[in-house]
């Protein structure tokens, strides 16, 4: 009898430590579908700022800041789609929207006290953790590309400046003079100093098909700043971060609080030592963390589950998955 009921608490404790053990991984997982099945194969999120103006953009403008989201997401997803990598995929994405004046990074970067461009830009691999990032650089046409060779070709993380120029004149990496990056809009936006307000920093996260996870952003940084300032978009931890066993993530907003906060990582942080879900976890560092009109972020976890969180009145951005999604957003 006694031996019997000991028995019977035995099995029914290893049943609990069993289911919950089950628990953790399905909850993690189970998070990715709706109906708690798996996730998507692939998935990936892209932001266009967290500077998003309110409601009384004009719906023309409206239109094309969507129409060059969806574009963006289009690339990423024909990548993805076909099982290429989620590194490609982020920085094929990026350098869409760098090329497009509507953002501020590449092409349409604002300008600094000088009246100069100074772009950063930083990629992270989550399968390696190997990363790479490039700071001030003013002639580099994509530099998501060049902070991706800084991961591949070099044994740096971070090369600013001069230095990178110079690197980048190693590599034949594409260059554009003052030409290419002036764009009346920022031009005016100096004079009044201040930022107008559309669309901003640019970042995409991805999961490929192989469960690998990636993210990258780039920027010209905030309009006026001084010459030599380096904001959190180039700094791995503060504005980028991917690792495959939590997520890949990137912000948006003013890089000096997500430097502080060691925003991204923080966002991988939280699911790693916490257990959070990737939506709890950003909502955690979005909401709790940061101060309301800080920014944004978007971020991607190993089971194709994304969040996209903002403080401010909204954010440009847009999300894809291997199970049909595609949608774009500036507000709710
Ligand atoms: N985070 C960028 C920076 O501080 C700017 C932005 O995202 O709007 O350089």
């Not at 120029?165 to 009044?192: C, H, I, K, N, Y």
Request: net charge negative; proline share 4%; with cysteine.
């Amino acid at each position: 009898m006694t031996l019997g009921r000991s028995f019977t608490s035995w099995v029914v404790l290893v049943a609990l430590v069993l289911l919950g053990g089950c628990g953790g991984d399905d909850g993690a997982a189970g998070d990715a579908g709706a109906d708690g099945g798996p996730g998507p194969a692939w998935a990936l999120a892209i932001h266009g700022g967290a500077g998003a103006p309110d409601r009384s953009l004009p719906v023309a403008e409206q239109q094309a800041y969507l129409a060059s989201l969806e574009r963006a997401l289009r690339v990423g997803q024909e990548i993805l789609e076909r099982g290429g990598p989620s590194l490609d995929a982020v920085e094929a994405v990026i350098r869409d929207l760098e090329d497009d004046p509507l953002f501020n990074a590449g092409r349409g970067a604002v300008f600094n006290r000088d009246g100069a461009v100074e772009l950063d830009a930083s990629i992270m691999d989550g399968a390696t953790l190997g990363c790479g990032a490039v700071a001030a650089v003013g002639t580099v046409k994509n530099p998501i590309s060049l902070a991706r060779l800084v991961y591949e070709r070099t044994e740096h993380v971070l090369l600013v400046g001069d230095g990178a120029e110079r690197f980048a004149d190693s590599m034949a990496v594409e260059r554009a003079g003052p030409e290419w990056f002036f764009t009346e809009p920022r031009w005016q936006d100096l004079l009044r100093t201040r930022s107008r307000e559309g669309g901003g920093t640019v970042g995409a996260v991805a999961l490929d098909r192989l469960g690998n996870l990636a993210a990258g952003t780039s920027t010209g940084g905030r309009t006026g700043k001084l010459a030599g300032r380096v904001g959190d978009s180039p700094i791995v931890g503060a504005g980028t971060y991917a690792d495959n066993t939590t997520c890949a993530v990137s912000g948006t907003g003013v890089g000096e609080e997500f430097i502080r906060r060691a925003a991204a990582y923080s966002v991988s942080a939280w699911m790693r030592h916490r257990g959070l879900s990737v939506e709890d976890a950003v909502r955690r560092v979005v909401l709790e963390e940061l101060q309301p009109g800080d920014g944004g972020m978007i971020a991607v976890d190993r089971t194709g589950r994304i969040a996209m969180v903002y403080n401010t009145p909204g954010m440009f951005r847009g999300a894809a998955d291997a199970n049909g999604r595609l949608e774009v957003h500036i507000w709710e």
